[in-house]
């Protein structure tokens, strides 16, 4: 084999390799494609549905914290419904004595 048919031999095979080459670059621009539209389907579920359905979801936590109490509210409420605990088992003593006496 003389230099000549070498170098048309390696000439042959980089030809394969670039056709190959093609192939696959013409797969993964298909394969591109197809995500492209697959991320935009994506795209529009996501604004359409998913956002929505958030915001609604944050309205309505920020709905339930404005009615719920706070903790200083809460201890506060405790504080007065012992202290009112107190006064009506001290009204309910100062009754029974006062039955007694009569």
């Given amino acids: 084999m003389n ?3 070498k170098i048309l031999s390696l000439l042959e095979k980089q030809g394969e390799i670039l056709g190959n080459l093609a192939m696959d670059v013409s797969c993964l ?3 591109v494609s197809d995500l492209k539209g697959r991320v935009a389907k994506v795209e529009v579920t996501q604004e ?3 956002l ?3 915001q609604a979801i944050a309205e309505g936590i920020t709905s339930i914290n404005a009615k719920l ?3 200083s509210e809460m201890d506060a409420m405790r504080e007065e ?3 009112l ?3 009506i088992r001290m009204h309910t003593t100062q009754i029974n004595d006062l039955k007694k006496a009569e």
Avoid: G, L, S
């Fill in 3 to 5: 230099n000549e048919e």
């Fill in 29 to 31: 621009k298909d394969d």
């Fill in 48 to 50: 359409n549905m998913v």
């Fill in 52 to 54: 929505p359905q958030i």
């Fill in 69 to 71: 109490v706070t903790r």
């Fill in 81 to 83: 419904i012992a202290f």
């Fill in 85 to 87: 605990k107190d006064i």
